[in-house]
């Protein structure tokens, strides 16, 4: 098995799991975690043997909590436009033919929430906790982030996470459509199995070919992505964002009018 730094994976019975491994960050993902990513969603994504792929996160706290704030000055420290091939990865998640299942164990913060975004689908413990906070530490996802989030669940409620940077239970996700189900902790692992081994026993072909059939609707809004990357890099640039970075890092309120 392929061993990695930031990440775990590991492959049982036809699914591969992809667990972010840096729970000291509460799973936040650098320029390297996001490489790890992309190579076993490249791993998993075209080996035969393998029906199912599950994305979460390493402990209890959090799936994930987007982009390392601590890794980022004006851009964060690996490929892409931003300093995160985050382009690619959303994308990839969707090219992948095979379902990918977010395994939300904690937080889905930011970035986090994005993945969840993503995912084809999505089971969430009881503790699990949403929302974006880009417009709170001075970003934005101008991609899947946004526009995919609000074919998801809709307009208004894909504005007013973004808007006011609130916190949703999983219960909430559950009725927004976020997430397909929540269960208590202890039982998240047999939930998420269940549902993977019920995909298991279909067509895999079929399978692959309504993935590729959902997501050409919505395809376009990878353009939408790269464009807004490259606006996001000239705004990481501006003192009212990186404001919005050394707050979250000195654990303060942001100062964005001043
Ligand atoms: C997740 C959340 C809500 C947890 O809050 P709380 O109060 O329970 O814990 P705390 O103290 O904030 O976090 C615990 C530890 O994890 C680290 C913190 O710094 C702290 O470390 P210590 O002080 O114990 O050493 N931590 C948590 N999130 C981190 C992160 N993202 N980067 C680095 N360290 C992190 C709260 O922590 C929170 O809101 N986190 C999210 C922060 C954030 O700004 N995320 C990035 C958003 S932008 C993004 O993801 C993105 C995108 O979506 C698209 C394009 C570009 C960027």
Same mark, same amino acid.
Not at 47 to 50: L, V
Not at 72 to 80: F, L, N, P, S, V
């Given at each position: 098995m392929r061993s990695f730094e930031d990440i775990l994976y590991t492959e049982h019975g036809g699914v591969a799991t992809i667990a972010i491994n840096r729970p000291e960050k509460y799973n936040a993902f650098r320029g390297q975690t996001c490489d790890e990513i992309i190579q076993a969603l490249h791993l998993a994504g075209w080996? #035969? @043997?393998?029906g199912v792929i599950i994305l979460t996160g390493v402990g209890? #706290?959090?799936f994930c909590s987007g982009g390392d704030q601590s890794a980022?000055?004006?851009?964060? @420290?690996?490929?892409?436009i931003i300093g995160l091939p985050l382009e690619e990865l959303h994308s990839l998640i969707r090219e992948v033919p095979k379902p990918v299942i977010a395994r939300v164990n904690g937080y889905a913060i930011g970035g986090g929430n994005v993945l969840v975004t993503c995912c084809d689908l999505a089971i969430a413990s009881e503790n699990a906790i949403f929302g974006q906070v880009g417009p709170r530490v001075g970003s934005? @996802?101008?991609g899947f982030g946004t526009a995919y989030l609000s074919r998801v669940i809709g307009e208004k409620r894909a504005r007013e996470i973004w808007y006011l940077c609130r916190k949703y239970t999983a219960q909430q996700a559950l009725e927004w459509g976020l997430v397909n189900a929540v269960v208590p902790m202890d039982q998240l692992d047999q939930e998420v199995e269940k549902w993977a081994q019920e995909i298991m026993a279909l067509s895999p072909t079929a399978i692959s070919i309504a993935k590729r059939s959902f997501n050409a609707d919505s395809d376009s809004i990878k353009g939408i992505g790269s464009l807004g990357m490259q606006t996001l890099k000239l705004f990481y640039e501006s003192e009212e964002s990186k404001e919005g970075v050394k707050a979250f890092l000195e654990k303060r309120k942001p100062r964005f009018r001043d």
């Open positions: 080996n #035969k @043997d393998i209890e #706290k959090a980022q000055e004006g851009g964060y @420290d690996g490929r892409g934005v @996802d101008p």
